[in-house]
């Protein structure tokens, strides 16, 4: 019973991270709160003796899944702003 302790707290963590991470609404944001996410599931997987997979979720999660989306969300913005450009002349 002991041993369940820290499985229920990293399973809190996991939750209250990924109701955040669907619940914020400025990419930005969401970037920020998905790695949040990603390092709560690498501390989960760390806790369930997964260090392989911890730190695959470390590198991935927590690294390059919010940098990919902030490099989308500045694309995005970035076409945004040159469509709006080339309207106004």
């Known amino acids: 019973m002991g041993g369940d302790l820290p499985v229920v707290v990293a399973l809190?963590?996991?939750t209250v991270a990924g109701t955040a991470a669907v619940l914020a609404r400025d990419p930005v944001r969401q970037a920020?709160?998905?790695a949040g996410l990603g390092l709560a599931l690498a501390l989960l997987f760390?806790?369930?003796?997964a260090p392989d997979v911890a730190l695959s979720q470390l590198a991935v999660g927590t690294a390059l899944t919010p940098l990919?989306?902030?490099?989308?969300?500045r694309k995005?913005?970035?076409k945004a702003r040159s469509e709006r450009r080339e309207e106004h002349e």
Do not use: C, E
Request: proline fraction near 0%; aromatic fraction near 0%.
């Open 68 to 73: 990919m989306v902030l490099l989308s969300v």
């Open 46 to 49: 760390a806790v369930l003796q």
């Open 12 to 14: 809190l963590l996991v």
């Open 32 to 34: 920020a709160v998905l």
């Open 76 to 78: 995005v913005r970035r």
